[in-house]
């Protein structure tokens, strides 16, 4: 059944070659000290729904999240992860990317998703499911952001929270034409490809 | 403690009635027998989030859903339901208030969310979790939509869907001023205040 499940076909080589080319390394998500297995899973799947490359784990004072084989889990195999338990490891991270991070937040120095311009490298900071991003990590950022809500309870789940913010940055990135062009030269993209055509 | 919880303070009363003067009565979800009720609930949250004032349980082959008393299925008290067990039911419903309804689908016939003018009223119907929109609907609805996707995983969490449906409706409607006007005159707004302060 493994090998019915992910035959060697050309559909499913054209598949994963469509499907890394639309991968950027220029949209990501932190997720800092997020607990809960079920939003860590949740939050993968987006991630792979909308394009990105690669999850930042930032975990200072809860265990890195081991995922199980679910269904929705099965989106971290297409999605890559990188681990970090200082804010100098993510920060140096993000920096060499060029990517800027916006840490969501309810704070007063926060701005409404649609201010920023999310064609631009952005990294989305999502925290705990109680204690919200580490502050250790707010003096870092280059901005904060909320979901503009209009409703009696005033927060989001988190795993709905960063879909919300990735569906609003591929829906800025589509209209902008940038899904348009991989994200790597074509000998990455190949590599890539033969990678995920072994998993 | 209940009394501590919900206090008749001017505060209270403050944001009862800010809430309610931003509810919108033209745009709902219709849940299409949903099973699982933490969908439910996260679903409820997001219109409570975005100013849905009322939830349209279509249920024919499921069970109606009872919520427990968990923190995100207390939006629940916050947005009005109808509950419907025939299309027609159903779609006299949106009719009378002139809504027109978009199933999410992946059929050939759905259209990018990005290409609706979600200020107009409007309905999404969400579906089960296995078998999608009710089939007996899909003749009766005025469009199809799908949430453009670019990963390996072909399908979201229905919660997760109808959280980026609703967040596009109200940004649209946010950018046009839609939020800006009750959508009750004073005397009903008033009414809604005094039961809400009640609960």
Known sequence: MQQLSK???PAREA???RVLSLRRRDLTVVL??????HNVSAIYRSCDAFGVAKVHLYYTD???PTLGAKSSASARKWVETARHTTAESLFG??????IRALATSCSPAAHPLGEYDLTRPTAFILGNEHRGVDPALVPLVDGEV???MYGMIQSFNVSVAAAI???EASRQRQAAGL???PAWAEEELEERVARWLRK
């Open 93 to 98: 991270a993000l920096k060499e990317e060029g």
């Open 179 to 181: 899904y348009d062009k």
């Open 62 to 64: 809860t265990a890195f």
């Open 146 to 148: 909320y979901i503009p």
């Open 165 to 167: 913010l990735l569906a």
């Open 7 to 9: 035959p060697r076909t």
């Open 32 to 37: 800092s000290n997020i607990h809960d297995p």
């Open 15 to 17: 598949k994963i070659r």
